[in-house]
């Protein structure tokens, strides 16, 4: 491997993917000041790394935890939105040069989701509640408004997820905890 470029942004979250008629796209989210920031770049020439769309996010949060792709939607983890603020941002970026809300997942007790993954359509959070949490899945049949599909109850404030086949290992602050999603 061998360094290609270097582009000077913040970055609390990054996903790179193709995105079918618009090339390779890298998407970060940053935090600067009390405002959380989304910016999408086209890195089909690596050596030159272009600016698409620069945007703050809905207000509330703490920072942002993760960003993962379902189609043409971007998730986006915050970090302790507060009561009235989505837990998960969801962003239209079938047009990567205007990007759009496209909904959210509120969940209503809770600490902070931590992680999200997704793994065919639904799309898992490992969410902190006090000193434990959850891990919580959601059905993407429609990808704008997630359904809460189930709920698994996990030890110790879980902050890290990852799904392999059917089990996911959500890690929290003094534990693993495995559970059977094949189900």
Do not use: W
């Amino acid at each position: 491997p061998f360094q290609v470029s270097t582009t000077s942004t913040s970055a609390d979250a990054i996903t790179v993917f193709d995105l079918p008629g618009h090339g390779k796209l890298a998407c970060i989210c940053y935090r600067s000041g009390s405002t959380n920031y989304l910016k999408i770049f086209n890195v089909d020439n690596p050596a030159s790394p272009q600016l698409l769309d620069y945007l703050p996010l809905v207000p509330g949060s703490s920072g942002i935890r993760n960003i993962t792709r379902f189609g043409e939607l971007l998730y986006i983890c915050q970090m302790y939105p507060g009561a009235s603020a989505d837990d998960v941002l969801i962003y239209d970026i079938s047009d990567p040069e205007s990007a759009t809300p496209a909904g959210g997942v509120n969940v209503a007790d809770n600490s902070g989701v931590h992680d999200i993954e997704i793994v065919g359509n639904t799309l898992y959070l490992a969410n902190r509640i006090g000193t434990d949490g959850q891990l919580l899945a959601y059905s993407l049949a429609d990808p704008g408004s997630p359904l809460l599909l189930d709920t698994v109850d996990i030890p110790y404030a879980p902050f890290r997820l990852s799904i392999t086949g059917s089990l996911a290992c959500v890690q929290s602050i003094r534990s693993m905890t495995v559970v059977d999603i094949g189900n």
